[in-house]
């Protein structure tokens, strides 16, 4: 147990991203806390908290990435063994927010899963919740507790600043991405350029048009998710095929599913420069992705939270300020 202006704080870690928890732990210098996670021979999640947590401030850190479902079910279970062991407050650290993308009704007779997933999380227990890099703000919104939506941003330009690149055009993917790529070109004054695109299905893109001047630039697409890789794939051969110099990606969460890693690897990408918010496999680890830590932040908001300091400013990055 840990103790910090007088409260009692516990850090706990499931199994999404135990290396990333370790990390933000070492950085606060609270030791993880112990618990056991089992399941029955038919899959049922069973917790087991060694260790009291009556009264105490617990922190439980769980990105929701694949298996999606496995990792919300054991998260929703471990705060109600929370809950009912007399917890003081549950605050979620949540990286990378599952079911992000199912955040309107794009359809007549779809879900808002995002929202039924907000839901969860506060019946379960949850009295706060930190993420990253949203895939849409208006998820703030479903929810009747804090969350705060810390941002990658910081950590992303100071390695591009390294690069040292020259002829820069930051490129949105796609017309929605717009407002996040214009105020990531504010960190180097650099134009935009955007992908005009269209989906004749889920996970599948096509490219139509590309909007703004790329030709002998060295285009940096910013995106917030890259799943199957089909559209930055397909983006970097058209950036290409109009004279692009080199095309870098930036992505926050790496879900790389299917034959994601394999598309990149034989792609006209340079590098795919994404963070830990999601563990990658072994077998993802390919030279074309570098992963950069976002545990300084974390670290950094989880401090604050525990000192009641003002947090704005780790997810409200201001790229005008002095970096």
Do not use: W
Not at 114 to 137: F, N, P, W
Not at 151 to 156: H, L, N, Q, R, S
């Amino acid at each position: 147990m840990a103790e910090i202006n007088g409260k009692k704080i516990k850090f706990f870690t499931l199994n999404s991203n135990p290396e990333l928890a370790k990390e933000i732990a070492d950085y606060v210098n609270i030791p993880l806390a112990e618990c056991t996670l089992t399941r029955f021979a038919d899959g049922e999640v069973n917790i087991n908290i060694a260790e009291t947590v009556r009264g105490h401030h617990v922190f439980v850190f769980q990105s929701t990435s694949e298996p999606v479902n496995d990792h919300y079910m054991e998260l929703l279970i471990m705060m109600d063994a929370l809950r009912r062991a007399s917890a003081r407050t549950i605050n979620v650290i949540m990286p990378y927010y599952g079911y992000s993308r199912q955040d309107r009704k794009a359809l007549a007779r779809q879900p808002i899963s995002a929202k039924l997933v907000a839901d969860l999380l506060t019946v379960a227990g949850a009295t706060r919740v930190v993420s990253m890099d949203l895939h849409a703000g208006q998820i703030q919104g479903f929810f009747n507790i804090p969350i705060d939506n810390f941002e990658a941003a910081p950590v992303m330009v100071r390695y591009i600043k390294e690069k040292k690149l020259e002829d820069i055009v930051i490129v949105s993917p796609d017309h929605g991405g717009t407002t996040r790529a214009r105020k990531f070109a504010l960190n180097f004054n650099a134009p935009i350029a955007i992908i005009d695109k269209r989906r004749p299905r889920p996970n599948v893109a096509e490219v139509m048009n590309i909007i703004g001047e790329v030709e002998d630039k060295n285009c940096i697409i910013v995106d917030d998710i890259v799943d199957t890789a089909g559209t930055i794939t397909i983006a970097a051969d058209a950036l290409k095929a109009a004279g692009a110099k080199d095309v870098y990606v930036i992505a926050t969460h790496p879900i790389l599913s299917g034959d994601a890693c394999n598309r990149i690897q034989n792609s006209q990408i340079t590098e795919l420069i994404t963070t830990n918010s999601i563990r990658l496999k072994e077998c993802k680890k390919i030279p074309k992705i570098r992963q950069l830590s976002v545990a300084r932040i974390f670290a950094q908001g989880i401090m604050n939270i525990i000192e009641d300091k003002p947090i704005s400013d780790l997810f409200n990055y201001n790229p005008l300020n002095k970096f």
